[in-house]
């Protein structure tokens, strides 16, 4: 089942840490994160699809340690692909 954009059906969104390197350098903007849900809500896989290098990994870790709603196809719960999207904000 693909979901789309799935920041909205999670239970626990885990906010990536702005990694230092990251900051150092004024890396920002939005990283986009393919993952899988498996029946339980839980993240079974997860890798950045797009968004500047040095912010990828810190946005695949959050997601991997995020939480999701199950999703259910006529009453059973099924995995779910879709993508999460991380804004990063340099301050």
């Given at each position: 089942?693909?979901g789309g954009v799935l920041n909205g059906k999670a ?17 920002s903007g939005q990283v986009v994160v393919q993952v ?14 797009s968004g500047h290098p040095l912010l990828q990994a ?34």
């Amino acid at each position: 089942i693909s979901g789309g954009v799935l920041n909205g059906k999670a239970v626990h969104l885990v906010q990536p840490p702005y990694p230092p390197i990251a900051r150092s350098a004024h890396a920002s903007g939005q990283v986009v994160v393919q993952v899988l849900i498996d029946e339980n809500g839980n993240v079974v896989a997860a890798h950045a699809t797009s968004g500047h290098p040095l912010l990828q990994a810190a946005a695949v870790n959050a997601a991997r340690s995020s939480k999701f709603t199950p999703t259910k196809l006529s009453g059973q719960p099924v995995k779910v692909n879709g993508v999460i999207i991380y804004n990063f904000v340099a301050q």
